[in-house]
T-cell receptor, first 112, second 117 residues
Framework: QKEVEQDPGPLSVPEGAIVSLNCTYSNSAFQYFMWYRQYSRKGPELLMYTYSSGNKEDGRFTAQVDKSSKYISLFIRDSQPSDSATYLCAMRRSGGSYIPTFGRGTSLIVHP | EAEVAQSPRYKITEKSQAVAFWCDPISGHATLYWYRQILGQGPELLVQFQDESVVDDSQLPKDRFSAERLKGVDSTLKIQPAELGDSAMYLC???????????????FGQGTRLTVV
């Protein structure tokens, strides 16, 4: 079993829908949680970053962390065709070499 | 806006040949990572540098892969000889901080897509 599990999708939604993307993890030592967006043939772009449990909002994006369930989510409100990309979750411990562990990514398609 | 620069963007090479990738991190970023991303998978770490020193290369196939960051700034990743299974996207990332510090989130370059034929 991988440390970070993420459904690869694809997830197809109509424009304007609320999108929910999720990851589960097994390592309780993870303290920092990130979401990256990756367009086709491009490098990942850091989208959201949260520490420990709780919510963080940035425009149309909300990141949620539930450490008790080892479950993190990214919500996208009013989704746009330009949001079509692969969304990678990543997480790491608070000590050591700070190397983030990535999920395999979820492919999101927002159709007009 | 500062970016991680990588070159080349695309590389096609024959198996058993040598290939090299170059990365210039964001200015001031002490930590540099090389990741490999197979299509449909998340990035997997190959090597991490803190300045010019290797912090973690436990996942680097050392029989054919090598990485260096001689002056603690730009870095080169080499594969010799290349194998068909090495076809992937090679991503470089950098972060401001390192072990024991804050602001350690990684910013990625555009990657080098390697195809071995």
């Amino acid at each position: 079993q991988k440390e970070v599990e993420q459904d690869p999708g694809p997830l197809s939604v109509p424009e304007g829908a609320i999108v929910s993307l999720n990851c589960t993890y097994s390592n309780s030592a993870f303290q920092y949680f990130m979401w990256y967006r990756q367009y086709s043939r491009k490098g990942p772009e850091l989208l959201m970053y949260t520490y420990s449990s709780g919510n963080k909002e940035d425009g149309r994006f909300t990141a949620q962390v539930d450490k008790s369930s080892k479950y993190i989510s990214l919500f996208i409100r009013d989704s746009q065709p330009s949001d079509s990309a692969t969304y990678l979750c990543a997480m790491r411990r608070s000590g050591g070499s700070y190397i983030p562990t990535f999920g395999r990514g979820t492919s999101l398609i927002v159709h007009p | 806006e500062a970016e991680v620069a990588q070159s080349p963007r695309y590389k096609i090479t024959e198996k058993s040949q040598a290939v090299a990738f170059w990365c210039d991190p964001i200015s001031g970023h002490a930590t540099l990572y090389w990741y490999r991303q197979i299509l449909g998978q998340g990035p997997e770490l190959l090597v991490q540098f803190q300045d010019e020193s290797v912090v973690d290369d436990s996942q680097l196939p050392k029989d054919r892969f090598s990485a260096e960051r001689l002056k603690g700034v730009d870095s080169t990743l080499k594969i010799q000889p290349a194998e068909l299974g090495d076809s992937a996207m090679y991503l470089c990332a950098s972060s401001f901080g390192g072990p024991g510090q804050k602001n350690t989130e990684a910013f990625f370059g555009q990657g080098t897509r390697l195809t071995v034929v």
